[in-house]
């Protein structure tokens, strides 16, 4: 009977593997039109954008688990490196995203709304350029702290232990809330768009019911379908916040099938957030459908000649 490790290890694979598919099937289908039109709506511009820095953080995170599998922690941190780049890259995507469902889709009367709702689409290529900027900031900050461990650690033998505890020590209590706030912010900013979005929601409905109209008009659909892929997100989101937090404050660590246990709940509720995507925009609907059909036909036309 295999060890829960394996188990875990061939789960991680599968999904990552159809995470990588996926991604890469709404970064074809979105690219193709972007290339195309020369333009893209905002939200398809955040969700392409979004989708090409999962499939990169798949690809990182498959490459990282294989080094550790076969030992080959000697350039293990460079690719730690992409994958710190990646997946702040991805935090901030999808925070983006969620206040850009909440900004269109929610009904709220307040001016800033307003303001908001009128800005948010021109404002959508700054947010991701921003995001860039962000996440190659924190590659920065950790190429930094990665070098300034390694010195201190080379100056051991000629500077005493003690000093070099106090060192690190102080390092650690400078880095972690860093690191916290780093990750908490955009986790933030996605957790109180989809309460915005819920509440919203149950105000609209709560009008719909005065005025004894029906739950079936378009702004209630849209509010249910936004609300598919968030609120379905944030129970991993949240787990995978929590963990972060535990790993870095280190609280415990995570070892043996423990770690592969880990590393399947992180990465399947980024997979199945990108499966809930693809389901919900018509338009990625359309292009799988269209995919499936013409692979169903080939498949029949291949049976056909093999039995003639």
Not at 16 to 43: D, H, K
Not at 131 to 154: D, E, H, N, P
Not at 270 to 289: G, N, Q, T, W, Y
Request: charged fraction near 10%; glycine fraction near 4%.
């Amino acid at each position: 009977m295999p060890s829960p490790a394996l188990i875990f290890m061939a789960v991680f694979f599968l999904e990552s593997l159809a995470a990588v598919l996926q991604n890469g099937f709404i970064v074809t289908v979105l690219g193709r039109e972007w290339v195309r039109c020369r333009m893209l709506p905002a939200g398809d511009m955040i969700v392409a954008s979004l989708a090409a820095s999962r499939f990169c953080l798949h690809g990182v995170a498959i490459l990282n688990n294989l080094l550790t599998v076969f030992d080959f922690h000697s350039i293990l941190d460079y690719f730690n490196i992409l994958w710190t780049f990646f997946n702040t890259l991805s935090s901030w995507l999808t925070a983006w995203l969620a206040v850009f469902y909440c900004v269109k889709i929610a009904i709220f009367s307040h001016p800033v709304f307003f303001w908001l709702k009128w800005r948010i689409s021109r404002s959508v290529p700054r947010l991701l350029l921003g995001s860039l900027l962000v996440a190659g900031l924190t590659v920065i900050s950790s190429i930094t702290g990665t070098v300034f461990l390694r010195q201190m650690t080379a100056s051991e033998s000629s500077q005493g232990n003690r000093t070099l505890a106090h060192r690190v020590q102080s390092y650690w209590r400078f880095s972690q809330p860093h690191a916290i706030l780093l990750w908490l912010t955009p986790f933030l900013l996605f957790l109180v768009s989809t309460l915005l979005l819920m509440f919203s929601l149950h105000r609209h409905l709560g009008q719909m019911r005065d005025h004894r109209l029906g739950p079936r008009d378009p702004s209630t659909q849209a509010h249910i379908t936004a609300l598919k892929s968030l609120a379905f997100f944030l129970v991993f989101y949240t787990s995978y916040i929590l963990s972060l937090i535990v790993v870095i404050v280190k609280i415990t660590t995570f070892q043996g099938h423990w770690r592969w246990a880990w590393e399947v709940v992180t990465y399947t509720g980024i997979c199945l957030h990108s499966s809930i995507l693809v389901l919900s925009s018509p338009k990625l609907r359309k292009a799988l459908k269209t995919r499936l059909w013409k692979a169903l036909d080939k498949g029949r036309f291949i049976s056909s000649y093999q039995f003639q």
